[in-house]
Antibody, heavy 119, light 110 residues
Framework: QVQLVQSGAELKKPGASVKVSCKAS????????IHWVRQAPGQRLEWMGW????????KYSQNFQGRVTLTRDTSATTAYMELSSLKSEDTAVYYC????????????WGQGTLVTVSS | QSVLTQPPSASGTPGQRVTISCSGS????????VNWYQQLPGTAPKLLIY???QRPSGVPDRFSGSKSGTSASLAISGLQSEDEADYYC???????????FGGGTKLTVL
């Protein structure tokens, strides 16, 4: 069965960086894309960007341009999201989600990773 | 503030039919398929409806989606207590060049 398992919660200081992993299993990793979505406490979902797990192509939301980097390790079937220059407003649950290339739906989601930014 | 407008809340009693609207523009709903996600309290979102009106395997046929012009709707019939959740519409958006989420609608089953 398709599973996306994310790394554990993180506590970071303002100005630091965080890297969240998303381990995929149960499907051919390189045939799909991985999107990243975050949700601040009590807020709506916010799309951050996506990576084509096959060729590594990426696309980032303008809201995070320059601060977010998406990568993947095909041998480990794992995608990564790194967010730099953290601010308190980046405190949120970060989700990875699978996407069939050429479509727009996110059909399987990770369990989420809470990133807390606090001094 | 989202470019998609959803009512912040909706409610109904068990067995009733509830509809949640999502209003957008030509750069999103007017040009792309709409997907709907259900987020139960404290859990990750789940794909509920894709390509405007398609249900993934395992989603009950009590859930249905529709679209007209730059607006979309999610209908839930035979409302059940376990339907209490947040619901988000999410098409692609040309301006964002990515997925845009509505503000979410919190459904309460009275």
């Amino acid at each position: 069965q398709v599973q996306l398992v994310q790394s554990g919660a993180e506590l970071k200081k303002p100005g630091a960086s965080v890297k969240v992993s998303c381990k995929a299993s149960g499907y051919t990793f390189t045939s799909y894309a991985i999107h990243w979505v975050r949700q601040a406490p009590g807020q709506r979902l916010e799309w951050m960007g996506w990576i084509n797990a096959g060729n590594g192509d990426t696309k980032y939301s303008q809201n995070f341009q320059g601060r977010v980097t998406l990568t993947r390790d095909t041998s480990a079937t794992t995608a990564y999201m790194e967010l730099s220059s953290l601010k308190s407003e980046d405190t949120a649950v970060y989700y990875c989600a699978r996407n069939v290339l050429g479509t727009t739906q996110l059909d399987y989601w990770g369990q989420g990773t809470l990133v807390t930014v606090s001094s | 503030q989202s470019v998609l407008t959803q009512p912040p809340s909706a409610s109904g009693t068990p067995g009733q039919r509830v509809t949640i609207s999502c209003s957008g523009s030509s750069s999103n709903i007017g040009s792309y398929a709409v997907n709907w996600y259900q987020q139960l309290p404290g859990t990750a979102p789940k794909l509920l409806i894709y390509s405007d009106d398609q249900r993934p395997s395992g989603v009950p046929d009590r859930f249905s989606g529709s679209k007209s012009g730059t607006s979309a709707s999610l209908a839930i019939s035979g409302l059940q207590s376990e339907d209490e959740a947040d619901y988000y519409c999410a098409p692609w958006d040309d301006s964002l060049n990515g997925v845009v989420f509505g503000g979410g609608t919190k459904l309460t089953v009275l």
